[in-house]
């Protein structure tokens, strides 16, 4: 998702070879939320730059409720440095109290688990952090980790278990990139 490949450099997919169909993609209003118990989750894609031309970071706020249907609540999307993804990511905990917490750390954003739990003892707040991995165990990175979590919400699009919150900012960049995959 925090990719630039599509978006930004104009490299459209044919809509035959999209793995993801516009009609999975559902849209509902905030006012469904309040008949649904929801556990939050956050996914973190950290790209530690302040570059133009640089990945964005991307942070994906989602809610599962009781039937384990997804509801897409908070994208960010954006160029930030490390003390800006630490205090956005504890800002976001602090607004849905996160199950889990899964943040890609490979090479480079290995200090900014570092950062992480040097702040964790000093705010005294320890957030549930976990690493995202491939199915093998083996630690992410690079572009084939990211493309097998994507293709890994295929089957959930295509079901109608992923909706999205008409408020949620950064929605239209979500569903053009989701379009545009791989």
Not at 13 to 25: R, S
Not at 73 to 88: G, M, Q, S, T, Y
Request: aromatic residues 10%; glycine residues 8%.
């Amino acid at each position: 998702y925090g990719s630039s490949n599509s978006q930004y450099l104009n490299d459209p997919i044919p809509a035959g070879e999209a793995k993801f169909k516009p009609e999975w993609i559902q849209v509902a209003e905030t006012d469904e939320l309040r008949v649904r118990t929801l556990n939050y989750f956050l996914a973190v894609d950290p790209a530690i730059a302040n570059q133009s031309g640089s990945d964005f970071t991307a942070m994906v706020v989602v809610g599962v409720d009781e039937h384990n249907i997804w509801w897409v609540r908070d994208i960010v999307h954006a160029h930030l440095r490390p003390d800006e993804i630490v205090n956005k990511v504890f800002n976001l905990h602090q607004m849905y109290s996160f199950k889990q917490i899964g943040i890609e750390f490979h090479s480079f954003q290995r200090t900014l688990q570092y950062s992480l739990n040097d702040e964790m003892r000093k705010r005294g707040i320890y957030l549930p952090l976990v690493e995202l991995k491939l199915k093998g165990g083996a630690s992410g990175s690079g572009s084939g980790f990211k493309e097998q979590r994507i293709e890994g919400l295929i089957p959930r699009y295509a079901l109608g278990e992923i909706y999205h919150l008409r408020s949620c900012p950064n929605l239209d960049i979500l569903k053009d990139e989701l379009m545009r995959f791989p």
